[in-house]
Nanobody, 127 residues
Framework: QVQLVESGGGLVQAGGSLRLSCAASGRTFSDYAMGWFRQAPGKEREFVAAISWSGGFTNYADSVKARFTISRNNAKSAVYLQMNSLKPEDTAVYYC????????????????????WGQGTQVTVSS
């Protein structure tokens, strides 16, 4: 049973920064790509960023490219999302997710390819 626990959310003013963390347990963390998704009220859950099992490949939604950075520490079984230049439209619940396939070469944006999810952490950006 894989467990993912997010932390680091909160309230920040526009232009500010937050760093989200996701701690994983239950299987060999370093064998799986990881992703971050978000869901705003009344909207579908959407892809934000993903990182390959090795950390060598990353993938970003156009809306966050150049502002957000995903990284991982396999020794700590953790994945991070550094969010800079935050905008009110970044307000959402952010979810950490684990890929369903082992050692996929490139991390995907498709929600259905992730089979484990955290409980989410709220990020609120005020204008």
């Amino acid at each position: 049973q894989v467990q993912l626990v997010e932390s680091g959310g909160g309230l920040v003013q526009a232009g500010g920064s937050l760093r989200l963390s996701c701690a994983a347990s239950g299987r060999t963390f370093s064998d799986y790509a990881m992703g971050w998704f978000r869901q705003a009220p009344g909207k579908e859950r959407e892809f934000v960023a993903a990182i390959s099992w090795s950390g060598g490949f990353t993938n970003y939604a156009d809306s966050v490219k150049a502002r957000f950075t995903i990284s991982r520490n396999n020794a700590k079984s953790a994945v991070y999302l550094q969010m800079n230049s935050l905008k009110p439209e970044d307000t959402a619940v952010y979810y950490c997710a684990a890929d369903r396939l082992v050692r996929r070469l490139a991390p995907l944006r498709i929600r259905g390819e992730y089979n484990y999810w955290g409980q989410g952490t709220q990020v609120t950006v005020s204008s």
